[in-house]
């Protein structure tokens, strides 16, 4: 079992950054190779694709709605992940979910084993 919990959510103005974590923790060892997704569900909305990264850190994937605003990274030795926000619009407001997967990098959250409870992000216009 991989335990995830995000933090770094919070309220922000349109135009302003937040970096979320997501600290891992369980079976973390080097035998269970990893790939991180970030997620997001906003009001009334079905829970969406953001980034993700590879075990490794050197392929990441966006949505093409954060593309050139947010940036995934890791940390393996914390073993946590990231994700840098920056240029936040109202539409970002959502709750941001971090996952892990034994798989390959991927956009789909069908593909995650194990997910966070959730940090808010709430940005004001």
């Known amino acids: 079992q991989v335990q995830l919990v995000e933090s770094g959510g919070g309220l922000v103005q349109a135009g302003g950054s937040l970096r979320l974590s997501c600290a891992a923790s369980?079976?973390?060892?080097?035998?269970?190779?990893?790939?991180m997704g970030w997620f997001r569900q906003a009001p009334g909305k079905e829970r969406e694709f953001a980034a993700a990264?590879?075990?490794?850190?050197?392929?990441?994937v966006y949505a093409d709605s954060v593309k050139g605003r947010f940036t995934i990274s890791r940390n393996n030795a914390k073993n946590t992940v990231y994700l840098q926000m920056n240029s936040l619009k109202s539409e970002d407001t959502a709750v941001y979910y971090c996952?892990?997967?034994?798989?390959?990098?991927?956009?789909?959250?069908?593909?995650?084993?194990?997910w966070g409870q959730g940090t808010q992000v709430t940005v004001s216009s």
């Open positions: 990264i590879n075990w490794s850190g050197d392929s990441t």
């Open positions: 369980g079976r973390t060892t080097s035998s269970y190779i990893y790939a």
């Open positions: 996952a892990a997967t034994g798989g390959i990098v991927t956009r789909l959250d069908g593909a995650y084993d194990y």
